[in-house]
């Protein structure tokens, strides 16, 4: 399938496999965000089956619309954590969807004994500086995530300042009104601080937006790699890995190939989303 399932061949899939929960996930297609969960739980394959809608949006407008159709207890939602605060569950919410307990997905693909595991046969005749052994994975994976950094800041910054006067956001320019997805687009900008204030002058605001990047720089800087991964993209972090991958790649689908190896070689299902799975299960159970 090239692009996400519509809801009535999600019905049509589910009716036909007789039993088990829909957990609807973000993605395009089925080869993003659901592959990887019906891989992780593939050994569930009876009780479960994860199926995309592009978007958090999606997802949660889709379990709206399917839960009057299957059963509330038979369709739920797992999306992105993103900006939202750290979810304690249970209970699961009323409309069924939880957050990922990590920024992203791809947070969850960034284990670095997994990637040395991956890295290291192909670099016996050949070391690899910073992936030679696990202790250098795991340092390598760290200085990407802080690497980052200000990426991170800088879009929290902007989330901060589009919860202030929505109104006053959507009247920027789109390019000031996006979010950066690579630290060469903070280097595009310049002064980051003059840029952020620029944007503070134009909605009218405040709020120093140039303080506050730079309050969440600092809060940033402190954190270990553990609460990074809450806060910072993992889409970030591994488009850096794959740019500065130490093994050759050749093709546009190379890329897919490595992740296929990655999850190959570490099948088990990172315990955060087991626990937001096994929630599930124990909600949906009559």
């Known amino acids: 399938m090239t692009t996400y399932p519509t809801l009535n061949e999600i019905e049509i899939k589910w009716r036909a496999s007789g039993s088990g929960v829909c957990i609807l ?3 395009e297609t089925e080869l993003e ?6 891989t992780w739980f593939g050994d569930r394959a009876r009780e479960i089956t994860f199926f995309p809608q592009d978007g958090r949006g999606k997802v949660v407008q889709a379990v709206a619309e399917l839960r009057p159709r299957l059963g ?3 369709v739920y939602g797992i999306v992105d954590r993103d900006f939202e605060e750290q979810s304690d569950y249970p209970p699961v919410p009323d409309n069924g969807v939880l957050c990922t307990p990590r920024y992203t997905l791809e947070n969850y693909l960034l284990d670095a004994g997994c990637w040395f595991k991956y890295i290291e046969p192909h670099a016996l005749r050949r070391p690899r500086p910073g992936w ?3 202790e250098q994975a795991q340092a390598t994976i760290e200085g990407l995530y802080r690497e980052c950094l200000p990426l991170s800041a800088f879009n929290w910054t902007l989330r901060q300042a589009r919860g202030r006067s929505y109104a006053a956001f959507q009247g920027l320019r789109e390019a000031d009104r996006e979010y950066k997805e690579h630290p060469r687009a903070l280097e595009n900008l310049g002064d980051v601080t003059a840029h952020l204030r620029s944007i503070q002058a134009q909605m009218g605001l405040p709020d120093d937006l140039g303080l506050m990047y730079a309050g969440r720089m600092a809060a940033l800087e402190g954190m270990p790699l553990a ?3 809450q806060v910072v993209s993992g889409k970030y972090v591994l488009s850096l890995l794959r740019e500065r991958f130490p093994l050759r790649l050749s093709g ?3 890329w897919d190939d490595v992740l296929s190896a990655y999850i190959h070689g570490c ?3 990172p315990a955060d989303l087991v626990n937001l799975v096994d929630l599930v299960l124990q909600d949906a159970r009559p």
Not at 33 to 38: E, G, L, V
């Open 132 to 134: 030679n052994s696990p």
């Open 227 to 229: 609460s990074l991964e």
């Open 252 to 254: 546009k689908e190379a």
């Open 267 to 269: 099948p088990a299902p």
């Open 33 to 38: 965000d659901a592959w990887f969960y019906n």
């Open 25 to 27: 996930v973000e993605g």
């Open 72 to 74: 509330a207890r038979r």
